[in-house]
């Protein structure tokens, strides 16, 4: 089957400190279970990768069966879990990414969703998994948000840009293309353009 026929990875990245929310968002607790896992469940492809980083032995202490994830796939609930650690995590979220991507098959496609960012519902993974342009951005009222659909033609250029470069960050190589290279799609759900950075982001969102 080739790639564009079905439902792109998920990449869920989350190497960074979680400073502002003072504990890994990932490990927030979240319908009975962790924020990373509920985030997970309602994906609707099959392959997940996760990308950790600085707090990677709190996500092991809490969801022991993530380190086994580190050496192979670990099925969990139908999904395909694999889980790759950021070596230099202090070069921020475009290192975890590129991280993640040495380890992704060569012909697959990707969505790439910080793990702060919600993942909307599956009507519109649907929509956008559906599109063929090479970078596909979803919109809800004209802002931008995630997850971005990236495709292997794309993604592969991104494992050639140091980590030490000035534009070493998913926005600005995403700057870098064409209009005709990058499709921009309105939905109707608007947690995709949320950010939940802080205890108060999160409360916020849990009480809606």
């Known amino acids: 089957m080739k790639a564009e026929n079905k439902v792109p990875a998920l990449i869920i990245l989350a190497g960074g400190k979680s400073s502002r929310m003072e504990e890994p968002k990932g490990l927030l607790k979240h319908n009975n279970t962790f924020w990373v896992l509920s985030q997970i469940e309602i994906f609707i492809g099959t392959e997940v990768y996760l990308g950790l980083g600085y707090d990677s032995q709190l996500y092991f202490d809490a969801i022991p069966w993530l380190k086994d994830a580190i050496q192979t796939s670990i099925i969990y609930k139908g999904k395909k879990i694999r889980v790759v650690i950021n070596p230099s995590p202090e070069f921020g979220l475009f ?53 971005i659909k990236i495709t292997t033609k794309f993604w592969k250029s991104l494992l050639n840009i140091s980590l030490s470069d000035k534009n070493a960050r998913l926005d600005y190589q995403i700057k870098k293309n064409t209009q005709s290279e990058i499709s921009f799609v309105e939905v109707s759900d608007g947690v995709c353009i949320q950010n939940l950075n802080t205890p108060k982001d999160w409360q916020t969102f849990i009480s809606n």
Not at 125 to 146: A, R, W
Request: glycine content about 2%; hydrophobic content about 30%.
């Open 95 to 147: 290192s975890t990414l590129q991280s993640v991507l040495k380890q992704v098959d060569t012909n697959q496609h990707v969505f790439i969703l910080p793990v702060d960012v919600p993942l909307f519902d599956k009507k519109e993974q649907e929509k956008l998994s559906t599109q063929e342009c090479l970078i596909v951005i979803p919109k809800y009222k004209e802002k931008k948000g995630h997850p």
